[in-house]
């Protein structure tokens, strides 16, 4: 079995950047079965704006906010909510 073939596992993500972030959206998103247009309507968000993020071309806002964070020491982990 390659390790493409492997099912998708919840996991912990520490975001330190735009890039960062973006991975973990799009681990989430095809782990939660989800395609971008999908969540981009449930989210109000443009679809061309996800795939940015995800390819982690995260926008000056999204950069500007992971480096306010950094810059005061917090670290963004991200995991998905047992429901």
Same mark, same amino acid.
């Given at each position: 079995? %390659?390790?493409?073939?492997l ?5 912990? *993500?520490?975001?330190r950047? &735009? ?8 681990? *989430?998103?095809?782990?939660? &079965?989800?395609? %971008?247009?999908?969540l981009?309507?449930?989210? &109000?968000?443009h679809r ?9 071309n995260a926008?000056?806002?999204v ?9 005061? &020491?917090?670290?963004?982990t ?6």
């Amino acid at each position: 079995m %390659q390790t493409n073939d492997l099912p998708l596992k919840p996991r912990p *993500f520490r975001a330190r950047s &735009g890039r960062d972030l973006g991975t973990a959206i799009k681990h *989430f998103r095809k782990l939660a &079965g989800i395609s %971008q247009v999908e969540l981009a309507a449930r989210t &109000g968000l443009h679809r061309s704006y996800l795939v940015a993020l995800e390819s982690g071309n995260a926008t000056e806002a999204v950069e500007r906010i992971m480096a306010l964070l950094n810059e005061l &020491g917090l670290r963004v982990t991200i995991a998905k909510e047992e429901r």
